[in-house]
């Protein structure tokens, strides 16, 4: 999963950032309205970590200038400006959730977790597909009930595919959701790490689309 973080605060920043690089997220973090504007308008993003006192702009116009370019993506304000009345134009300006600053990681982390489940359209926190079930909590991978290790670039190939059984994603799409923009990408990055989930989880589990993509299919 690909996530933007736009936080001006650098000591924020830089520990936010390598929370979720641990988790297994490919992040990109911008410190001002205009490059996350940019960076909103350049590449597709699973969800947005946003700070709303930015230096240059307030970060609520950059939400609002999201939801009226009718972008779906997920949204979680995460601010200092914890009056109720601040979180009610958040939420109404089209954020999913808010969190005030100072906010405990692992809360923060299960948030976003939470918001993901709900934008694949699933509320349930396992995926289980056949006989392989994920715990996006815990990144635990059971194929008939026994734990398989993943590496975390093979679990983000993985998710958004067993998240969605049914929808192809391009290689294109997948590379998004692999590597952010300092990451550098091999041409056949995609086909190496799906390889490796078929020989550890199952030939048959993700299925390639010629010309197309890939895709778990529906059960």
């Given at each position: 999963?690909?996530?933007?973080?736009?936080?001006?605060?650098?000591?924020?920043?830089?520990?936010?950032?390598?929370?979720?690089?641990?988790?297994?997220?490919?992040?990109?973090?911008?410190?001002?309205?205009?490059?996350?504007?940019?960076?909103?308008?350049?590449?597709?993003?699973?969800?947005?970590?946003?700070?709303?006192?930015?230096?240059?702009?307030?970060?609520?116009?950059?939400?609002?200038?999201?939801?009226?370019?009718?972008?779906?993506?997920?949204?979680?304000?995460?601010?200092?400006?914890?009056?109720?009345?601040?979180?009610?134009?958040?939420?109404?300006?089209?954020?999913?959730?808010?969190?005030?600053?100072?906010?405990?990681?692992?809360?923060?982390?299960?948030?976003?977790?939470?918001?993901?489940?709900?934008?694949?359209?699933?509320?349930?926190?396992?995926?289980?597909?056949?006989?392989?079930?994920?715990?996006?909590?815990?990144?635990?991978?059971?194929?008939?009930?026994?734990?398989?290790?993943?590496?975390?670039?093979?679990?983000?190939?993985?998710?958004?595919?067993?998240?969605?059984?049914?929808?192809?994603?391009?290689?294109?799409?997948?590379?998004?959701?692999?590597?952010?923009?300092?990451?550098?990408?091999?041409?056949?990055?995609?086909?190496?790490?799906?390889?490796?989930l078929r020989k550890k989880l199952g030939a048959a589990l993700i299925q390639n689309v010629r010309g197309v993509g890939y895709l778990v299919p529906r059960a």
């Open positions: 999963m690909r996530l933007l973080l736009v936080e001006d605060d650098l000591m924020i920043g830089e520990a936010v950032l390598e929370l979720l690089r641990a988790e297994g997220y490919a992040v990109d973090w911008v410190r001002d309205a205009r490059m996350a504007q940019l960076a909103l308008e350049a590449e597709s993003y699973d969800l947005v970590l946003l700070d709303l006192g930015l230096p240059d702009r307030d970060g609520l116009e950059v939400l609002q200038g999201l939801r009226a370019r009718k972008q779906r993506v997920p949204v979680l304000i995460a601010t200092a400006r914890d009056a109720v009345a601040d979180r009610i134009r958040g939420l109404d300006a089209g954020a999913d959730d808010y969190v005030v600053k100072p906010y405990d990681l692992d809360e923060l982390t299960a948030r976003i977790r939470a918001l993901l489940r709900r934008s694949a359209g699933r509320a349930e926190p396992v995926y289980e597909y056949q006989n392989v079930s994920i715990n996006p909590a815990t990144r635990e991978v059971l194929v008939d009930g026994q734990p398989v290790l993943l590496s975390a670039r093979e679990w983000a190939v993985l998710e958004p595919l067993l998240a969605r059984p049914g929808l192809i994603l391009s290689r294109a799409q997948l590379e998004e959701k692999l590597f952010s923009w300092k990451d550098e990408v091999s041409s056949n990055a995609v086909e190496v790490y799906v390889h490796g």
